[in-house]
């Protein structure tokens, strides 16, 4: 009755939870709030409202519905989800619920080598850190914080310490990219998993002010050419543009949850349709509001031909679309540019 | 191997979820996934539910619900738990 098998199993439950609406994976905002101040956030402001914030209880109820509607991964992010004075307790719970609970966070409140182990024992399954160089001035100048550098780096290492899975997520900007290969040969020989993404996002209330950090057209290419001569598999891979393929997940096999229980399709589309701690997941799930996100096709959006080699790399967002351009279905300049770079590779 | 005096426990470790009357189970230390089938996912909610069956009980189940004999239900319960015993998604001990 029970199959030990891999990938197969995991895209299995994948392309159901997207077929049938269930989220496998849910983000928990814990707070808006932050110990760092990067230049790219996409975060409007670092306050909470005291009014509106989540109690423990809350938080509680908000997992129990996520796992009664289907989720598996909870991922804690923010702000910074440590800032959370419920943070420990939120953890715990999840994992004693049955979640695979991982989480995004710039480390810096992980001092200890205790705070790494107890991250251990109170069931964290993966921590992704947000490390932009190896170099401190440039990591620095993205956080605005000084000494943040030491501090992430000094983290990474006790959670490895501590038998944790660790990752790496550095967002490639026009500061960074020439210090990306560097960090990425330093997580080879750490045995961290490191992924690099260039697109920036605007922030969540549609200020523009992130953009100015994004990679240029050249800058993309170098990169990408670089890169795929250093590691070939790496390079980018098409995916066949069909008509009738939805353009994303969001709102369908995964979901996010702000810090004031508002329930969102993905962390880039702000539109609340409910909130969670006062009603039912599948009251606010079935909402036919919802289905304007969840339904976009690649055939809706605009200005793509299909018989371009660029439409098979075409990542189309229609949350960073919306934020950037008041459109969904209008792809940016940005993300057309990023497409016509993969495809001349 | 399966006694009458042991009892069985889900090792809370193990990220899960059903779905469809499916489970899929993660063992994030082998990096695996498992998959249980519709039998498999009732005698799991079980044992969500009652955190220590034994074998008789957890066979008694099985024979029930699915309208099996007993000795095919044994079978079928026995594989069921030495497999997830094997990656150690469950823990036997005395009752
Ligand atoms: C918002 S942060 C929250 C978690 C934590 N504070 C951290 O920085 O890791 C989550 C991830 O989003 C990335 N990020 C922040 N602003 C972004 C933007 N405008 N576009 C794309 N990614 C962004 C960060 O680099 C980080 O990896
Ligand atoms: S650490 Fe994360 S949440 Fe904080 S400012 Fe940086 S990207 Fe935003």
Redesign the interface.
Known sequence: ??????LD??N??RL??SA?W?P?QASLELTNRCNERCQHCYIPSFKDDPKKVLSLHDWYLVLDKL?KA????IVLMGGEAMLSPFFWDILKYS??K????SMITNGMKIKTQETADKLRNF?I??MSFSLYSLKPHVHDFLTRVKGSHQKTIKAIELCQNAGL?VGVNALLTNANIDDIFDLEDWCIEKNIVFKADPTITPKLDGNLDPLKLRASKEQLLYFFRARTKKFPKSKPKPETYIESTHVCNAGKGKCAITAYGDLIPCIEIREAFGNLVTEDFSEIWKKESMNKWRNILNQDLKGIDPKSKSSNFCEHCPGISNNECNDPLQPTQFQKDLAQVKASL | MFYQNKTYKIN?????????QET?????KS???????K??TY?WNHMQENNTPSLNELTELLSVKFNINGIEAKT?TE??LK??IE?Q?LVESDS
């Open positions: 009755m029970a199959t030990p098998q891999n199993i995991l299995k439950w159901k939870s049938s269930i496998l796992k289907g989720t598996l991964y994992h004693s049955g979640f695979h609970t069931g399954k993966q899975e | 809370t470790d193990n990220p899960w979820q059903c779905m469809d899929i189970i993660l063992s994030p990096n695996k996934a498992h998959e249980l089938n039998a498999g005698l079928d594989l069921f497999s997830l990656q998604i």
